[in-house]
């Protein structure tokens, strides 16, 4: 296996440390594109506002983020819908990265966030029977991924 590569199971402890401290089960999702957090009660003060209000659960605190971009995102059943999208710090397997994540309700899905092909392509290998290859204890020294 060329170096750098990690392998993954088709479901992973993640962290997402500026949002949330406990760990969360992520999906990999190879069909998707993007990365998608559950977030709800999602808001932003007006069209023009550079920043996006929600909760990541029901009574949850609400977090404050600003708005990297708007992307459009066709669903399993190919409604589009606009999605504000957020840069936060996702650690998985022993390294941090520095993605983009849209926000969607995602009440509705098993699992509460999913990992796309736009972020999957850099470095993992995803073996579809295993999950959970990886600890959700955080480990050191950490690698910290630019992207």
């Known amino acids: 296996m060329p170096a750098g590569l990690v392998i ?14 406990a760990p969360l089960k992520a999906k990999t999702d190879t069909g ?8 709800i009660d999602v808001t932003t003060d007006d069209i023009n506002s550079h ?28 409604q589009e819908t606009l999605r504000p999208v957020i840069r ?10 520095q993605v983009e994540i849209c926000l969607q309700d ?6 509460r966030i999913i990992l796309g092909r736009n972020f999957l392509r850099n470095g993992f290998i995803i073996n579809p029977s295993r999950q959970y ?4 204890i955080r480990s050191v020294p950490r690698i910290v991924v630019d992207e």
């Open 32 to 39: 998707a594109w993007s990365n998608t957090l559950h977030a």
């Open 88 to 97: 936060t710090k996702l650690e998985i397997s022993g390294r941090d990265y």
């Open 51 to 78: 920043y996006v209000k929600f909760r990541l659960k029901e009574n949850g605190r609400l977090i404050k983020k600003e708005i990297l971009k708007w992307r459009n995102v066709r669903d399993t059943s190919g």
């Open 133 to 136: 290859m990886h600890t959700m």
């Open 8 to 21: 993954i199971g088709w479901r992973e402890w993640i962290c997402l440390p500026d949002l949330e401290a």
């Open 106 to 111: 995602r009440s509705k899905m098993k699992h």
